[in-house]
């Protein structure tokens, strides 16, 4: 079982048991014992992973780390973890304390299911304010796991970490910084990209035009730009473009008021795309109603994957079916957000094929 596999193991643990995980120790022994498996170390052997180790600040003594990840002896990383419920921007300070005392280069604080890991880029010994990585196993992303490989034991090396920690701090918080801008641009990037557009005086009353005109500009690029690349890599793979399965059900007065759109197309091309290492895409296909748009395994209505809620395109949500056949609700900002629930879908699937 690669890293992938194990993050969903540890994910559909969660959905299947949060109700039960009320305290901080069992968040620990059903989803961060597990995390730090898969990362290769032994949780049984305290010479690779110490439970409670001290870490006395000052005079304070008996203060203790839940676990240190041990090399030659000496810490490496610091792991402190709070109840799966818990939120970490309440607990980051306690982490920098005792990464402060320690020999450890690195310090990860955790809910089981976020994962912010910390060093020390800015001063020697002194953990920074900023995370250089921070992952949610939810919505975790193919580049994250690469990412999460390099503290895999078989991978360990710190200079190797040290080295991409500082492009990855700043990398994160420039995307921070475009989603925000993305969401509600600044007059000054209105002005900067309106400029280059508009010959006449860019006055302020120019500026608010240019406003939603920048929004939606920025949604459609984006937009046309993930279609057109999953177009391309499903061409690719299969020989031919993917388009919509036609519906073999005779067309009645209230077939013939449904209208496929292209972001439901697009939502279903993302959807094959993700969950073709699970089945043959063919066997993933799409049927049209009116007040949805199923997404079904064999072209099945008993076999239901998830369903698109798209009537209204302020209001996009996906309708995704667990192992009780139970549909969740999750909002979608943008189309191509459906791959933040790549965990779940192949959850969907699974039960069809194991």
Same mark, same amino acid.
């Given at each position: +079982?690669?890293?992938?596999?194990?993050?969903?193991?540890?994910?559909?643990?969660?959905?299947?048991?949060?109700?039960?995980?009320?305290?901080?120790?069992?968040?620990?022994?059903?989803?961060?014992?597990?995390?730090? +498996?898969?990362?290769?170390?032994?949780?049984?052997?305290?010479?690779?992973?110490?439970?409670?180790?001290?870490? @006395?600040?000052?005079?304070?003594?008996?203060?203790?780390?839940?676990?240190?990840?041990?090399?030659?002896?000496?810490?490496?990383?610091?792991?402190?973890?709070?109840?799966?419920?818990?939120? *970490?921007?309440?607990?980051?300070?306690?982490?920098?304390? &005792?990464?402060?005392?320690?020999?450890?280069?690195?310090?990860?604080?955790?809910?089981?299911?976020?994962?912010?890991?910390?060093?020390? *880029? =800015?001063?020697?010994?002194?953990?920074?304010?900023?995370?250089?990585?921070?992952?949610?196993?939810?919505?975790?992303? @193919?580049?994250?796991?690469?990412?999460?490989?390099?503290?895999?034991?078989?991978?360990?090396?710190?200079?190797?970490?040290?080295?991409?920690?500082?492009? =990855?701090? &700043? +990398?994160?918080?420039?995307?921070?910084?475009?989603?925000?801008?993305?969401?509600?641009?600044?007059?000054? =990037?209105?002005?900067?990209?309106?400029?280059?557009?508009?010959?006449?005086?860019?006055?302020?009353?120019?500026?608010?035009?240019?406003?939603?005109?920048?929004?939606?500009?920025?949604?459609?690029?984006?937009?046309?730009?993930?279609?057109?690349?999953?177009?391309?890599?499903?061409?690719?793979?299969?020989?031919?473009?993917?388009?919509?399965?036609?519906?073999?059900?005779?067309?009645?007065?209230?077939?013939?008021?449904?209208?496929?759109?292209?972001?439901?197309?697009?939502?279903?091309?993302?959807? %094959?795309?993700?969950? %073709?290492?699970?089945?043959?895409?063919?066997?993933?296909? +799409?049927?049209?109603?009116?007040?949805?748009?199923?997404?079904?395994?064999? #072209?099945?209505?008993?076999?239901?994957?998830? %369903? =698109?809620?798209?009537?209204?395109?302020?209001?996009?949500?996906?309708?995704?079916?667990?192992?009780?056949?139970?549909?969740?609700?999750?909002?979608?900002?943008?189309? #191509?957000?459906?791959?933040?629930?790549?965990?779940?879908?192949?959850?969907?699937?699974?039960?069809?094929?194991?």
């Amino acid at each position: +079982m690669d890293l992938k596999d194990h993050i969903y193991q540890i994910v559909s643990r969660w959905e299947k048991t949060k109700d039960s995980l009320a305290t901080e120790e069992a968040t620990k022994n059903a989803l961060i014992m597990p995390f730090i +498996m898969a990362l290769g170390y032994d949780i049984f052997n305290p010479n690779e992973v110490l439970p409670e180790m001290t870490c @006395d600040i000052g005079t304070k003594k008996g203060e203790r780390i839940d676990y240190a990840i041990m090399q030659n002896g000496k810490p490496v990383i610091l792991i402190e973890c709070k109840q799966w419920e818990q939120n *970490l921007n309440l607990h980051d300070n306690q982490l920098l304390r &005792y990464f402060t005392v320690s020999q450890a280069k690195f310090g990860i604080l955790t809910n089981g299911l976020q994962y912010r890991f910390y060093t020390d *880029l =800015l001063k020697p010994n002194i953990m920074d304010e900023k995370p250089f990585l921070e992952i949610d196993l939810r919505k975790i992303k @193919d580049v994250q796991i690469e990412e999460l490989k390099k503290f895999h034991k078989s991978n360990f090396d710190i200079d190797n970490i040290l080295s991409s920690a500082s492009e =990855l701090k &700043y +990398m994160g918080q420039l995307k921070d910084v475009f989603a925000k801008e993305f969401e509600e641009p600044t007059p000054e =990037l209105i002005k900067y990209f309106g400029k280059q557009v508009y010959d006449g005086v860019f006055t302020p009353k120019i500026a608010e035009q240019f406003h939603d005109l920048f929004k939606r500009a920025i949604s459609s690029y984006i937009s046309e730009q993930v279609s057109s690349r999953l177009n391309a890599a499903l061409k690719q793979n299969e020989g031919d473009a993917m388009e919509a399965p036609a519906s073999e059900e005779p067309v009645t007065e209230e077939t013939s008021k449904i209208v496929t759109t292209q972001e439901e197309i697009d939502a279903f091309n993302i959807i %094959r795309a993700m969950l %073709r290492k699970e089945v043959a895409v063919e066997k993933i296909t +799409m049927r049209d109603a009116l007040s949805y748009c199923a997404i079904l395994f064999d #072209d099945n209505n008993r076999k239901p994957i998830c %369903r =698109l809620h798209f009537n209204n395109l302020s209001n996009l949500r996906v309708e995704i079916f667990n192992e009780e056949g139970k549909g969740e609700k999750y909002p979608l900002a943008t189309v #191509d957000e459906l791959y933040n629930y790549e965990p779940q879908l192949r959850n969907a699937i699974r039960r069809y094929v194991e």
